[in-house]
């Protein structure tokens, strides 16, 4: 029957994998041998021609051409969609410009200090919407929605603080402490229970989270749900600003800043931060556009202006590179390193003229941390 | 360890998820599509070489593949759930496409520079030659039987992902690969015969 043949033949197949010879593989079917030994003869043959070498150095240019013709659909993508919800946005903006207008001019700058349960809350988080709304490019929204989720996680980090309780908080962070129903979200004691709503997904350490719940007189938010961020959010904060001056008879409290538990892969804590009491972090990633002194590296904006280039930036670049958050919630570079670079058909030039190549300093690397290898910049693609 | 980030997740290489590559791929994570392109570039590429000599060709319709796939995905056409099996069924159709053009256009290949082939020791000459042969019968099986010899063989593959690459069962690749293998062992014959 054919059938059988064809079994006989897989089961020959198998047996030479596993190291078995021709003939003593043949030896367990004398009567189909003169038929199978050709078989497995050309199959051998056939074998020899796979395992070609990848061709790494053309492996390596057209992996960063990839990356950048990704970059280019999802910037092409983007348009469109503003455009979309432009209106929608510009009637909601005039609504709100004409209410703050007939109130108050004083009540949004007295709103500034306001934390959830304030009766000036509403305005303040209302301002920061026209804000927004009043933002067209992604950069500059980028840094505004970092700074805004700087304040809540700063909001939540006061409520705390204060003991003050049955306050709802939404806020976004890493998870940096998972431990039975206590959590840590970038410093912030998280209560969980069964009644949190979680993900379906696995929530990991340095996962970032938006955590909707209850503060509780006992230093905890009560978390009623926790969810994964959504790709295209601002890069969470990883600490309340001044999360050092937490009460200390706070059982709950933090009297030290928070140096996240990151995996590797993930934001590196440096131990010799250089830039004052900021913690610095080190990412990895590939940029993707160079405005004003603002890159944009895996969807990310960052600051560039003090920056010393190690190597030849391009669009599509792979770089490695270590800053801090300022007090506005922008990450500061301090030191980048080209790892590869992009083709040299996309080599660019910053906005102030100059190339993007420092020669003063390329290459006098020195003090700084090691990058560490393979370290991915984990940050939510930004897809808006 | 180098970790690649999709819906939140930063999810370290080894533990490739797949389901959260196709996620991250459909929003142009730029770090997701990197790890799929490092993962998968090298099989994808070996493949096309089992299928065509020509080195720079073999690079262009690598590079092709991974170019649909951004393509495919952001028109709701990419891989659903088996991105390995979707990365080499593509393959396989602009291979056959690029051969399609080729047999249209015939071009002529080079001999082998005369001097060279004098120059190198007997034994290299012998394999050489078994290569050639080997690459001509080949060159006259039908692309299903090229597509399941390449896959079986040049990548290795287990029954089931030859299946699952060729949409097919996996009794049908049992079948496929008895002939497949039944006519290179003739088409060899009949190429040394010629050259005799």
Redo the contacts between chains.
């Keep these: 029957m054919?059938?059988n043949?064809?079994?006989i033949?897989?089961e020959c197949?198998k047996a030479l994998d596993n190291g078995q010879t021709v003939e003593s593989v043949l030896a367990r079917y004398p009567d189909r041998a003169r038929e199978l030994r050709?078989?497995l003869?050309?199959?051998i043959?056939?074998?020899t021609?796979?395992?070609?070498p990848?061709?790494e150095q053309?492996?390596k240019r057209?992996?960063n051409?990839?990356?950048r013709?990704?970059?280019e659909?999802?910037e092409s993508?983007r348009p469109a969609r503003r455009m979309i919800l432009l209106f929608p946005r510009l009637a909601v903006l005039l609504g709100v410009i004409g209410a703050l207008i007939l109130s108050s001019t004083g009540l949004v700058s007295a709103s500034g200090s306001s934390i959830p349960g304030d009766q000036l809350y509403p305005v303040k988080r209302t301002w920061e919407g026209v804000r927004l709304l009043f933002v067209f490019t992604s950069q500059e929204r980028e840094i505004l929605q970092s700074q805004y989720e700087q304040e809540r996680l700063n909001e939540a980090d006061e409520l705390l603080n204060m003991g003050r309780s049955s306050t709802r908080v939404t806020f976004s962070g890493v998870v940096t402490q998972q431990q039975d129903g206590s959590w840590k979200v970038s410093g912030i004691p998280v209560s969980v229970s069964n009644s949190t709503t979680l993900p379906k997904?696995?929530?990991?350490d340095?996962?970032?989270?938006v955590v909707t719940g209850i503060t509780r007189s006992n230093g905890v938010v009560e978390a009623q749900e926790i969810q994964?961020?959504?790709?295209?959010a601002p890069l969470p904060p990883f600490e309340p600003e001044g999360s050092g001056e937490r009460d200390s008879s706070n059982p709950a409290s933090m009297s030290t800043p928070i140096t996240p538990a990151m995996?590797?892969?993930?934001p590196m804590p440096q131990p010799s931060a250089p830039q004052d009491q900021h913690s610095s972090y080190e990412f990895s990633?590939?940029v993707?556009s160079m405005q004003n002194n603002v890159w944009t590296i895996?969807?990310q904006s960052v600051r560039m202006d003090q920056a010393r280039v190690n190597g030849d930036a391009q669009i599509g670049s792979s770089v490695k590179f270590q800053g801090y958050y300022d007090t506005n919630g922008e990450f500061i570079v301090y030191e980048l390193d080209v790892t590869s670079s992009g083709d040299s058909s996309s080599s660019r030039r910053n906005d102030n003229g100059g190339s993007l190549v420092s020669p003063t300093r390329a290459g006098d690397k020195g003090g700084g941390e090691t990058p560490k290898p393979?370290?991915?910049?984990?940050?939510?693609?930004s897809?808006d | 360890?180098?970790?690649?980030?999709?819906?939140?997740?930063?999810i370290?290489m080894q533990n490739f998820d797949e389901q959260q590559a196709l996620d991250?791929l459909r929003?142009?994570?730029?770090?997701?599509?990197?790890v799929i392109?490092?993962r998968y570039?090298?099989e994808v590429?070996?493949y096309v070489?089992?299928r065509l000599t020509d080195?720079q060709v073999a690079?262009d319709v690598?590079?092709d593949v991974?170019?649909r796939l951004?393509e495919a995905s952001?028109k709701g056409r990419g891989p659903q759930s088996n991105l390995k099996a979707w990365l080499l069924s593509t393959t396989s159709h602009i291979v056959a496409d690029h051969l399609r053009r080729s047999y249209r256009r015939p071009t002529e290949t080079l001999p082998e520079n005369l001097l060279d082939m004098a120059s190198i020791p007997h034994d290299e000459f012998e394999r050489r030659e078994?290569?050639r042969e080997?690459r001509k019968a080949?060159a006259e099986l039908t692309p299903e039987q090229q597509d399941v010899?390449a896959l079986?063989?040049?990548?290795?593959y287990s029954?089931e992902e030859t299946a699952s690459v060729l949409k097919k069962k996996i009794?049908a690749v049992?079948?496929l690969?008895?002939r497949a293998?039944?006519a290179?062992?003739r088409n060899?014959g009949e190429v040394a015969n010629e050259n005799e």
Excluded at chain 2, 152 to 156: E, S, V, Y
Aim: aromatic share 10%; proline share 7%; charged share 20%.
């Design positions: 054919k059938m043949e064809y079994d033949l897989e197949l050709p078989l003869n050309t199959a043959r056939a074998g021609l796979g395992g070609v990848v061709p053309f492996q057209d992996r051409r990839l990356i013709r990704a970059a659909m999802r993508k997904g696995t929530i990991t340095s996962a970032p989270v994964l961020l959504q790709p295209g995996p590797t892969g993930s990633g590939i993707e895996n969807g393979g370290d991915g910049m984990p940050t939510p693609e897809g | 360890m180098a970790c690649y980030y999709s819906q939140g997740i930063a370290p991250g929003e142009l994570n730029s770090h997701v599509i990197g392109y490092d570039f090298p590429y070996r070489r089992y080195e690079e690598a590079s991974f170019v951004l952001q078994q290569t080997f080949y010899l079986r063989f040049g990548q290795g029954l009794n049992k079948a690969q008895f293998l039944a290179l062992q060899i």
